[in-house]
């Protein structure tokens, strides 16, 4: 079967198949899925709990490869269905704003990771938060500087008290210290 299809009049009806910038996002998703795929036995640790009532032995990496094959199944899927897409890359239009934007988002995250690990979630969160915040426009200090402590405490407390996931604490709760801290 031919590339192109042409009518009487000559111009095509199904267009060239091409290599773009989306079969690259679906390689790199193929990628990632390879590599997740292969590094969850790794990265999974033996429950110290079986939680489970009856004689069901599901592996802890189960779930976690279950996602990484649908990572791997969508983008296959999406590296067929690239080569019929026809859309430009808007990345090449971006201006200077836009770049800087994302650079100094990154910048930002690679800063809160050791602010959150030697702080605490809610100093590093709050810093964090104050600080994009202001980059990005805020001038109400007053309400940048509330909303930064305030969001970070009820995130804390909500994955601390419901949902019982373990946050890098506050500096002052190295020390049980459970009367008036958030643990």
Same mark, same amino acid.
């Given at each position: 079967?031919?590339?192109?299809?042409?009518?009487?009049?000559?111009?095509?009806?199904?267009?060239?198949?091409?290599?773009?910038?989306?079969?690259?996002?679906?390689?790199?998703?193929?990628?990632?899925?390879?590599?997740?795929?292969?590094?969850?036995?790794?990265?999974?640790?033996?429950?110290?709990?079986?939680?489970?009532?009856?004689?069901?032995?599901? *592996?802890?990496?189960?779930? *976690?490869?279950?996602?990484?094959?649908?990572?791997?199944?969508?983008?296959?899927?999406?590296?067929?269905?690239?080569?019929?897409?026809?859309?430009?890359?808007?990345?090449?239009?971006?201006?200077?704003?836009?770049?800087?934007?994302?650079?100094?988002?990154?910048?930002?995250?690679?800063?809160?990771? *050791?602010?959150?690990?030697?702080?605490?979630?809610?100093?590093?969160?709050?810093?964090?938060?104050?600080?994009?915040?202001?980059?990005?426009?805020?001038?109400?200090?007053?309400?940048?500087?509330?909303?930064?402590?305030?969001?970070?405490?009820?995130?804390?407390?909500?994955?601390?008290?419901?949902?019982?996931?373990?946050? *890098?604490?506050?500096?002052?709760?190295?020390?049980?210290?459970?009367?008036?801290?958030?643990?």
């Amino acid at each position: 079967m031919a590339d192109e299809l042409k009518d009487a009049d000559g111009p095509s009806l199904v267009s060239k198949r091409q290599f773009n910038f989306n079969t690259i996002a679906a390689l790199l998703f193929i990628a990632l899925a390879i590599g997740l795929f292969l590094v969850i036995p790794y990265q999974i640790d033996k429950p110290l709990i079986q939680i489970s009532g009856g004689n069901s032995d599901l *592996p802890a990496e189960l779930f *976690p490869q279950i996602i990484a094959a649908a990572f791997l199944i969508l983008g296959i899927w999406f590296a067929i269905t690239s080569f019929s897409l026809d859309q430009e890359n808007g990345l090449r239009q971006l201006d200077k704003e836009a770049v800087t934007n994302v650079l100094v988002t990154l910048a930002m995250m690679a800063v809160y990771v *050791p602010l959150m690990v030697n702080l605490g979630f809610v100093v590093g969160s709050a810093i964090m938060v104050f600080a994009m915040s202001t980059y990005f426009g805020n001038r109400n200090y007053l309400i940048g500087i509330a909303l930064s402590i305030v969001m970070p405490m009820l995130m804390f407390v909500t994955f601390r008290r419901v949902l019982l996931v373990e946050l *890098p604490p506050f500096p002052v709760d190295i020390y049980p210290l459970t009367n008036w801290s958030l643990i």
